[in-house]
């Protein structure tokens, strides 16, 4: 790859643009959703055959078009009839793609303390258009500098990996200028900047990880080994500590192996005592556009379908909404 993969669909990308295009099927939905909420109590399985049942770009333009035909903002709508895991669920699906990212950011940094994992798995390994959009969402949908939040929410060397990331610095592939010898260069940097010094450098390490370009990246990994054994990834893993080194590992394998990097992040939100529901939601939400890809990773890792994991680690109608968006994502999927 010779820059990091978009996770928004191209569709998304345009309407940021101008003015979205709308078809009949996108006024039935925003007339079924209506229909559901509606009078006394909710009809939650009209609502996941709605809402669940539309892909990314679908439901931007759903969440474009249920606003200008009844003059309120359908995340609102789903913040008061529903509650819970589903509640927050269908919240962000009612949302065009970067504005649930923007949101999600928000649930991160609001109140004391901030998730990291929330907001580094949103932020870290982004496209540098992809940047460039959740910035001017978040400015737009709370009136913050997102730089500015990120920067008085954060300190110390998760701060300087956040920061980087939001300049959007990748630059763009050249086989000319992004060589064999600039990656030994690299290479050489990374270890000076880290296992090489007493004290590590991490601004010099992540200003490295984010600036080349993922196909470039793979070339200073190599470099990298064949000069000191060991991957940057084990690198990352020696000279970093707790929330810091998996934001930075993170952002790595985004880069190199994204695919495998969220297939991971959708097991990690089920291990150990209780789901992580929040990042879980979250994670199917945001990788629902290269699910496919990232569904075969999952089962070759871990040998079951990101389907069954869903299936045996929630219930209720939070689960019937998580397999129809997966279904979605690959009809007929193991």
Known sequence: MNKSINLYPDEVHKASLGAPEYYPEIDDACEEINKATKGLGTDEDALIATIG???????????????????????????????????????????PAPDADAMIIRKATKGLGTDEKLLYTVICGRSNDEIDILKKTYFRRYNTDLTN?????TH????????????????????????????????????????????TDEAALF????????????MV?????????????????????????????FALGMKLH?????????????AGMGTDELGLSCAILR????????????????????GDRVSSETGGDYKQLLLEMIRVAWPGAP
């Open 149 to 153: 939040l990120v920067s008085s929410e």
């Open 53 to 95: 049942s539309k892909n990314t770009v679908e439901r931007s333009l759903i969440a474009y078009r249920y606003q200008e035909k009844y003059g309120k903002e359908l995340k609102e709508l789903m913040k008061k009839e529903n509650s819970g895991d589903f509640g927050f669920l269908t919240q962000l699906l009612s949302l």
């Open 258 to 270: 994204p695919y495998v990097t969220a297939a991971e992040l959708i097991k990690n939100t089920c």
């Open 287 to 306: 990788y629902q556009h290269i699910l496919p890809q990232v569904m075969v990773e999952h089962i070759k890792l871990f040998e079951k379908s990101i």
């Open 207 to 218: 200003e490295i990880i984010c600036k080349s370009p993922p196909q470039y990246l793979q």
């Open 156 to 199: 110390g060397d998760i701060k300087k990996l956040y920061l980087t990331c939001l300049r959007g610095v990748e630059e763009t592939y050249d086989p000319k200028y992004h060589n064999a010898s600039k990656a030994e260069e690299d290479a050489k940097t990374f270890y000076k900047k880290g296992k090489g010094r007493w004290g």
């Open 221 to 249: 990994d190599d470099a990298y080994v064949t000069t000191y054994d060991v991957k940057l990834q084990h690198a990352l893993k020696e000279e970093l500590r707790g929330k810091t080194k998996d934001a930075a590992l």
